[in-house]
Nanobody
């Protein structure tokens, strides 16, 4: 069984930065795609970013391109999301997730999820 724990969320003013971490346990993550999603109240869970098992291939949602950077350290079984130039519309609960196959942008293809961490960006 895989457990994922996110950390690093918080409250920040627009234009600021936060760095989220997702630490996995129960299984080495070095063979899995990992991703970040976010969900604001009343909205579906939206794709933010995904990184391949080795870290070479990265995809980003259109709304975060150029501002967010996904990375991973397989030796630490940890994935990161560096969020810069934050905007109020980035306010959401951010989830990390692991998938074994399927398209990267659909949350339905991710089998394991963390509990989420709140990010709030004030104007």
């Amino acid at each position: 069984q895989v457990q994922l724990v996110e950390s690093g969320g918080g409250f920040v003013q627009a234009g600021g930065s936060l760095r989220l971490s997702c630490t996995a346990s129960g299984r080495p993550m070095s063979n899995y795609f990992m991703g970040w999603f976010r969900q604001a109240p009343g909205r579906e869970r939206d794709f933010v970013a995904q990184i391949s098992a080795g870290g070479a291939v990265k995809y980003y949602g259109d709304s975060v391109k150029g501002r967010f950077t996904i990375s991973r350290d397989n030796a630490k079984n940890t994935m990161y999301l560096q969020m810069d130039s934050l905007k109020p519309e980035d306010t959401a609960v951010y989830y990390c997730a692991v998938r074994e196959g399927g398209t990267y942008y659909s949350f339905r293809n991710y089998q394991y999820w963390g509990q989420g961490t709140q990010v709030t960006v004030s104007a």
